[in-house]
């Protein structure tokens, strides 16, 4: 079991930054990536980045990509996310998952096994 907790959400306005935190325990040595994914009211949930923990590639949806970057504390099991230049449309909770297996595509949601509680991000215009 891969116990996985999130922290770092909160309120700001367009244009600020906030950076989340996630921190994987347990059987961590079976992790083969971490990714980050968001649901705001009424929609699904989407993927928005992710790192594979041998080599660090990473992947980002592309409304992310140059605000956002993704990045991970090997020693920590721990994994964040920058996020600047927020919009009120990033607006959502936010998810850490942890990839066990094979991590073929760390940005299908169905490939994680592991989630965590999710933390609030709000950002107001």
């Known amino acids: 079991q891969v116990q996985v907790v999130e922290s770092g959400g909160g309120l700001v306005q367009a244009g600020d930054s906030l950076r989340l935190s996630c921190t994987a325990s347990g059987r961590t040595r079976s992790i083969s990536a971490m990714g980050w994914f968001r649901q705001a009211p009424g929609k699904e949930r989407e993927f928005v980045a992710a790192i594979r923990w041998s080599g660090g590639s990473t992947l980002y949806k592309d409304f992310v990509k140059g605000r956002f970057t993704i990045s991970r504390d090997n020693a920590k099991t721990t994994v964040y996310l920058q996020m600047n230049s927020l919009k009120p449309e990033d607006t959502a909770v936010y998810y850490c998952?942890?990839?066990?297996?094979?991590?073929?595509?760390?940005?299908?949601?169905?490939?994680?096994?592991?989630w965590g509680q999710g933390t609030q991000v709000t950002v107001s215009s």
């Open positions: 998952a942890v990839d066990s297996g094979l991590a073929y595509d760390t940005s299908d949601y169905r490939g994680y096994d592991y």
